[in-house]
């Protein structure tokens, strides 16, 4: 079954790249090949993927009116996640959610990001009533603002239960062009394990999803 995954947010600084690249990057072994399609002009998907050229998922960048060429190149991956630009509107997020099984949207707790967050869901509930989305809250700090904020998110839409928080190690690996757990030094147990929650809870979303 091939899983496709639409990471998307209507504003920029959410962390949907950060996102995806996390998730691939977990994700990714001998026995499951993921692929990365990098829709966002910045190109900060293929940027981190380059850094190193040892990122254990593939990265092709792509535009709205190249993906499914970018798709074929991928066929033979278990699932491909889809790198968006900062838009709910752009032709790259459109053409995304209409060939995703799920839409993950990174927000983080802030005023900004929830009105962000709102204006991609309403696209997607009129355009594509169909697609499942799951929120996730990025960047979660131990504030009052950032608990309220992620009670406000998990009241509004269909959230994930595991958060994502505002970790030295996530930025390392960016930094790096790895995954996670190609970091040296220091094991990052606390970050792994939050990943791991993180990427079984949307990899249960996806598959049934995609039945």
Not at 53 to 68: C, Q
Not at 102 to 115: E, G, N, R
Request: charged content about 15%; aromatic content about 4%.
């Amino acid at each position: 079954m091939k899983l496709r995954i639409a990471v998307a947010n209507h504003k920029g600084g959410s962390g949907k790249t950060t996102t995806t690249m996390l998730l691939a990057g977990t994700f990714a072994s001998d026995t499951f090949k993921v692929g990365v399609i990098d829709l966002d002009p910045q190109g900060s998907a293929t940027l981190w993927a380059q850094a190193s050229d040892r990122f254990p998922a593939v990265v092709v960048p792509a535009t709205a009116g190249t993906l499914t060429k970018a798709l074929e190149q991928l066929q033979d991956c278990d699932m491909v996640l889809i790198d968006c630009p900062p838009s709910s509107t752009a032709p790259e997020t459109l053409a995304a959610l209409a060939v995703a099984n799920l839409a993950v949207i990174p927000c983080m707790p802030s005023a900004p990001d929830f009105w962000a967050t709102d204006a991609l869901v309403n696209v997607i509930d009129l355009r594509f009533p169909q697609l499942p989305k799951l929120v996730v809250v990025n960047q979660f700090s131990h504030t009052s603002l950032a608990r309220e904020m992620a009670g406000h998110v998990r009241t509004a839409w269909p959230s994930a239960k595991v958060q994502l928080g505002a970790r030295t190690a996530y930025r390392e690996a960016a930094a790096a062009g790895l995954a996670l757990r190609q970091l040296p030094g220091r094991a990052n147990h606390d970050a792994a394990a939050e990943l791991d929650s993180l990427s079984l809870e949307i990899l249960t979303t996806a598959l049934k999803a995609a039945q």
